[in-house]
T-cell receptor
Framework: GAVVSQHPSWVICKSGTSVKIECRSLDFQATTMFWYRQFPKQSLMLMATSNEGSKATYEQGVEKDKFLINHASLTLSTLTVTSAHPEDSSFYIC????????????FGDGTRLSIL | AQSVAQPEDQVNVAEGNPLTVKCTYSVSGNPYLFWYVQYPNRGLQFLLKYITGDNLVKGSYGFEAEFNKSQTSFHLKKPSALVSDSALYFCAVRDEGSGGYQKVTFGTGTKLQVIP
């Protein structure tokens, strides 16, 4: 149980394009989803927290107009990197958590984004 | 505020030997503690958690962790290491009273290398 699917796994695209990453909870309702960015050999950097049906809460220093997050349902959140540039290249990971207070976050397998 | 420290960037252990990956935490209330493992180019996999109850928590793949309130530690252990245990390990903490968003703080990660 508690499976989170993240798609796509790899994206390579030209500078200036927008890229959408999907995160789905397959067998539970995710009232809260988290988006992280991970640089090589570094820990996870929380970008934003989203709750179903409401606006995402962005961490300090994360551009909300650059990284658009939509949490339209209890099983789907999307992250859109708008007008991507090479410095946006990174490993993006989503996680999802149910409404139960002491449950762990369950992670997707991540998306490797490379902007040329 | 909550924080977690993993003092070792890397731990090397011979196959068959016991392993320990260290974690200390700081929270204002009661801690919820988690361990995750990450394999290359993958998301994080949940190993175990401590919420309340017995200080020794057993988790996936033969791992266990010991909660020590006086030392504010939650070290990850395994009696006999396998080469396949080689991966990046993250400790995470959340304050019991931190609210409905369940935002956790991750450590910087410890790379475990099991030597055949």
């Amino acid at each position: 149980g508690a499976v989170v699917s993240q798609h796509p796994s790899w994206v390579i695209c030209k500078s200036g394009t927008s890229v959408k990453i999907e995160c789905r909870s397959l067998d539970f309702q995710a009232t809260t989803m988290f988006w992280y960015r991970q640089f090589p050999k570094q820990s996870l950097m929380l970008m934003a927290t989203s709750n179903e049906g409401s606006k995402a809460t962005y961490e300090q220093g994360v551009e909300k107009d650059k990284f658009l997050i939509n949490h339209a349902s209890l099983t789907l959140s999307t992250l859109t990197v708008t007008s991507a540039h090479p410095e946006d290249s990174s490993f993006y990971i989503c996680s999802a958590s149910s409404d139960r207070d002491n449950q762990p976050q369950h992670f997707g397998d991540g998306t490797r984004l490379s902007i040329l | 505020a909550q924080s977690v420290a993993q003092p070792e960037d890397q731990v090397n252990v011979a196959e068959g030997n016991p392993l320990t990956v260290k974690c200390t935490y700081s929270v204002s209330g009661n801690p919820y503690l988690f361990w995750y493992v990450q394999y290359p180019n993958r998301g994080l996999q949940f190993l175990l958690k401590y919420i309340t109850g017995d200080n020794l928590v057993k988790g996936s793949y033969g791992f266990e962790a010991e909660f020590n309130k006086s030392q504010t530690s939650f070290h990850l252990k395994k009696p006999s290491a396998l080469v396949s245990d080689s991966a990046l390990y993250f400790c995470a903490v959340r304050d019991e009273g931190s609210g409905g968003y369940q935002k956790v703080t991750f450590g910087t990660g410890t790379k475990l290398q099991v030597i055949p």
